[in-house]
T-cell receptor, first 116, second 115 residues
């Protein structure tokens, strides 16, 4: 079974600050995917990134960057120069393999509030 | 691309009635759809997985007779909450995934309030 821990329940920053959201996961699968989703106040989940466990190269997309460390089972997400529109709940989710293929296990989420 | 819609976005009903929620993939064929439930300030809880043309697979603790799921086509899945009660009030979200795809794309969710 998959398990994911997002230790930061809530984070509050001032606009333009950098912020890192932590994600630590547990899995017995040898190959797997990891996802980050954003849930703004409107409620819909917005896909941010998918990472294959074979690919440990860090990724940057605009103000977003992800640090995948397979050795420590972490997949942290950094927002650079945060903006008010970044305020949302962010979920990290590993993707199961085997007989549970395709299921996402969501963490508790981190509520990010960016103040002007 | 990868747009998923849900209808209705919000529904209020009386206790004892049944409510149907539709989930549609608008620009891709969704071979698998997932239904989640989310309580306020909580995480998403997977209720069931449905593959097109097959019976849904329910997670442990989810009553299949209570939450009827149909996935009759590659673009539509429905969740029917039968004989709804106030404790069924929640935010229901669907997601869809195409064949050989790994990423689930989520609908905007449906807020159900049972009075």
């Amino acid at each position: 079974a998959q398990k994911v821990t997002q230790a930061q329940t809530e984070i509050s920053v001032v606009e333009k600050e950098d912020v890192t959201l932590d994600c630590v996961y547990e899995t017995r699968d040898t190959t797997y995917y990891l996802f980050w989703y954003k849930q703004p106040p409107s409620g819909e989940l917005v896909f941010l990134i998918r990472r294959n466990s074979f690919d440990e190269q860090n990724e940057i997309s605009g103000r977003y960057s992800w640090n995948f460390q397979k050795s420590t089972s972490s997949f942290n997400f950094t927002i650079t120069a945060s903006q008010v529109v970044d305020s949302a709940v962010y979920f990290c989710a590993p993707h199961a393999g085997g007989t549970s293929y395709g299921k996402l296990t969501f963490g508790q989420g981190t509520i990010l509030t960016v103040h002007p | 691309g990868a747009v998923v819609s849900q209808h209705p976005s919000r529904v209020i009903c009386k206790s004892g009635t049944s409510v149907k929620i539709e989930c549609r993939s608008l620009d891709f064929q969704a071979t698998t759809m997932f239904w989640y439930r989310q309580f306020p300030k909580k995480s998403l809880m997977l209720m069931a997985t449905s593959n097109e043309g097959s019976k849904a697979t329910y997670e442990q603790g989810v009553e299949k007779d209570k939450f009827l799921i149909n996935h009759a086509s590659l673009t539509l899945s429905t969740l029917t909450v039968t004989s709804a009660h106030p404790e069924d009030s929640s935010f229901y979200i669907c997601s869809a995934r195409g064949r050989y795809q790994e990423t689930q794309y989520f609908g905007p969710g449906t807020r159900l309030l049972v009075l």
